[in-house]
Nanobody
Framework: QVQLVESGGGLVQAGGSLRLSCAAS????????MGWFRQAPGKEREFVSH????????NYADSVKGRFTVSRDNAKNTLYLQMNSLKPEDTAVYYC?????????????????WGQGTQVTVSS
């Protein structure tokens, strides 16, 4: 098992930046492909970004391409999401997730472990 704890959320003006972190504990972090998802009020949880175990493969939702960057530091057991040029529509609770069953995973159903989420609010 792996336990995940997100941090770094907050309130930011449109055009600003935030960096989310997801600290992992438990089994070897490097064994997991990792993802970021978000859920806005009244909406379903949606895929944001993914990074494979070996960090060589990343994927992004079209809505965040060119603005968000996912990375991981396996030595620190930490996943990151750098968010630039934030827009009000990026407002949501952001969750990190882990899976050992898939090398590439862009669907929430592919993930087995989830953090508690961190709120990101972008004001216009």
């Amino acid at each position: 098992q792996v336990q995940l704890v997100e941090s770094g959320g907050g309130l930011v003006q449109a055009g600003g930046s935030l960096r989310l972190s997801c600290a992992a504990s438990g089994r070897a972090f490097s064994m997991y492909a990792m993802g970021w998802f978000r859920q806005a009020p009244g909406k379903e949880r949606e895929f944001v970004s993914h990074i494979a175990k070996g960090r060589l493969n990343t994927n992004y939702a079209d809505s965040v391409k060119g603005r968000f960057t996912v990375s991981r530091d396996n030595a620190k057991n930490t996943l990151y999401l750098q968010m630039n040029s934030l827009k009000p529509e990026d407002t949501a609770v952001y969750y990190c997730a882990a899976t050992s069953r898939y090398t590439i995973a862009t669907s929430s159903s592919q993930y087995d472990y989830w953090g508690q989420g961190t709120q990101v609010t972008v004001s216009s």
